[in-house]
């Protein structure tokens, strides 16, 4: 042992990656860039920083999942539409607000499980005592709404994992630190 006889534990720390998530493309133009989560994960090898972690690939969040907040119209809606149908579904598209901001784009519901899946995976490893600390940079999409897509994001991971939190917890504080300049 070469820990000091009274230093701190180390703490165990989650750290979910899924390296398909920088495929997604929300579009030219758009400032939201899946890509930067591969660009971070890089860093954390680079650094040897995965020394330290539990790195675990999130299971995709399942309908189940998503509709312990979200509407199960919009889910549908979420799974069913893509760039080649969006025409057919346009009165949909005004309904649930995806436009704008809020593109339609290649297997966008797919992107939609892994951030939502990890936050959950995450919550769960805090629940059960697997982790002290964990991590999901591909989540934090806040703005999502009950039935309605806002500020680049379709599912709200954070109240899914709050949701998921208050199972164990009495009470969750959740620090927003959303980067706007």
């Known amino acids: 042992n070469t820990r000091a006889p009274h230093a701190p534990k180390p703490s165990k720390v989650t750290y979910y990656y899924d390296p398909d998530i920088g495929d997604f493309y929300y579009g030219q133009g758009h400032p939201m860039k899946p890509h930067r989560v591969r660009l971070a994960h890089c860093l954390v090898t680079r650094y040897d920083l995965w020394r330290h972690l539990d790195i675990v690939r999130p299971r995709p969040a399942r309908k189940c999942d998503l509709v312990a907040f979200h509407s199960p119209d919009y889910v549908d809606f979420l799974r069913a539409v893509s760039p080649g149908n969006q025409e057919e579904l346009s009165a949909a598209l005004k309904q ?21 899946g990890a936050s959950i995976g995450a919550a769960m490893q805090l629940n059960y005592g697997r982790a002290d600390i964990a991590i999901n940079w591909s989540g934090g999409m806040h703005h999502a709404k009950k039935a309605e897509a806002s500020g680049f994001c379709y599912i709200n991971d954070i109240v899914l994992a709050v949701l998921e939190l208050l199972k164990v917890h009495t009470r969750v504080l959740y620090v927003d630190i959303d980067v706007h300049h």
């Open 96 to 116: 649930f607000s995806v436009a704008g901001d809020c593109p339609i784009f290649d297997r966008m519901y797919q992107y939609c499980q892994i951030y939502a």
